[in-house]
């Protein structure tokens, strides 16, 4: 899971068991044993680093397209974050061939399973762009987690039904229609919340 409040954590801690001792911990739960955890914990200052890239557009004046994706998580996570990567790369070589109408700015953020602090980071550089664009924002393309893998689901989610038709639309041309289209209405989770 990720630490969604990394900044300020709260609670107790969670444990993670393996599959190997899954059995053992259940049956003791079930018979209400005794049992002791001891949770040891350090912090070790990393550095991370977000991959920015800007294409300027004909027209500036445009609301910018911003298209991003993690690309970190707990482990190697390739299954999690490499569909979006690769999505990130052949959107990033569209727009190269094809120069867009407005601005694109192409990001792919570290700490998504710490907080979003490569978003957070992002989007302190770049105020206000999180709002939307009827009040200044920008226009947001988000890679998700698993996007490619077996067994996962096409979705699209938006609260702008022109951004939703024209996603399903271009989806459908393409060959590849969504598998799901969220309602509107629908609260987002992970940094899809933030954007």
């Known amino acids: 899971m990720n630490a969604e409040r990394f900044r300020d954590p709260y609670g107790a801690p969670a444990i ?20 002791r955890l001891v949770a040891t914990s350090r912090r070790t200052r990393a550095h991370a680093r977000n991959v920015v890239v800007k294409i300027s557009g004909q027209d500036r004046a445009r609301p910018p397209v911003v298209v991003m ?21 052949e959107s ?40 939307p664009v ?10 998700g987690a698993n996007i490619g893998a077996v067994g996962g689901e096409l979705s699209i989610q938006s609260t702008s039904d022109e951004l939703r038709a024209l996603a399903a639309a271009e989806l459908a041309r393409a060959g590849q229609p969504p598998d799901h289209t969220a309602p509107k209405t629908l609260v987002p989770t992970g940094e899809t919340s933030d954007i």
């Open 92 to 131: 990033l070589c569209a727009l190269i061939a094809a120069p867009p109408g407005c601005d694109v700015v192409f990001s792919v953020n570290s700490g998504h399973e710490l907080g979003h602090l490569g978003l957070d980071d992002f989007m302190t550089r770049r105020p206000g762009w999180e709002r």
């Open 69 to 89: 994706t993690p690309r970190s998580s707990w482990w190697q996570s390739t299954a999690e974050r490499g569909g979006g990567l690769v999505c990130w790369l």
């Open 16 to 35: 993670h068991v393996s599959n190997e001792a899954r059995d053992a911990v259940l049956a003791a739960a079930a018979r209400r044993a005794p049992a």
């Open 134 to 143: 009827a009040k200044g924002g920008a226009v947001w393309v988000h890679y």
